[in-house]
Structures are given as C-alpha cells and as structure tokens.
C-alpha cells in the first residue's frame, strides 16, 4: 500500500444502553450490538438489530470512522438517542481499532 494511497478508518462498535429494568420497544436488549469494519456490518449469530434504530444511527457513522479533532463534538459524543420517544434506550458508539485502506482497492475513480 503506497503512503499516498493509504487512509485509515476507525472499526466501530454501536451498542444498546438502557436503564435497568427499563421497557425498550425496539426489540432489542441491552448490550445488543454490531460492528462496522470498513463498510460492512457484523452481527453477532442470532441477533437482529431494528432498521429502525439503524436508520437513527448509520448518518453518523462514516463521521465516527474517520480521525477528527480532539475539540470536534463527533471525538467525544458517543451516544445516540433511540428514535422513538418513548424508549428509553440509547446507540453508544465505540471506536475501535484502526484499519487500513488503500484508495486504489476502495474505489475505481482516481484522486484529481
């Protein structure tokens, strides 16, 4: 991977919170999660995640990936509000290791 070519992104780990003992209507339990690794999603087998709660969450991730400055809102805001307003659950966003990528493997346009 040449040095003009390589670019590094964040692995991210989105993960259900909730209050003890709280109703979630999402569906989903707490400590529910899924990992993003370059742009695919992982789940854990056997476990579903709402389209939903995706929906509330995915505009976010590509900004969490990247390396931003530390006074940058996206270094340190890591949670997300369920959509629906009556659940009390909440997306936390973790950023994990970094993985590297190559322009030349990721798109067919070339830089300008």
Not at 74 to 94: F, G, K
Request: charged residues 25%.
């Amino acid at each position: 991977m040449a040095g003009d070519d390589a670019f590094e992104l964040y692995d991210l780990r989105v993960e259900v919170i909730a209050p003890p003992g709280a109703k979630l209507w999402c569906n989903a339990a707490p400590g529910d999660w899924f990992e993003l690794r370059g742009e695919l999603l992982h789940l854990p087998p056997g476990q579903g995640f709402s389209i939903y709660s995706l929906a509330a969450v995915l505009p976010l991730l590509a900004a969490k990936q990247r390396i931003t400055h530390p006074n940058d809102w996206m270094d340190s805001d890591a949670e997300i509000a369920c959509p629906d307003p009556n659940c009390p659950s909440r997306l936390r966003i973790t950023r994990l290791g970094k993985r590297r990528f190559a322009r030349s493997e990721t798109t067919a346009t070339e830089k300008s």
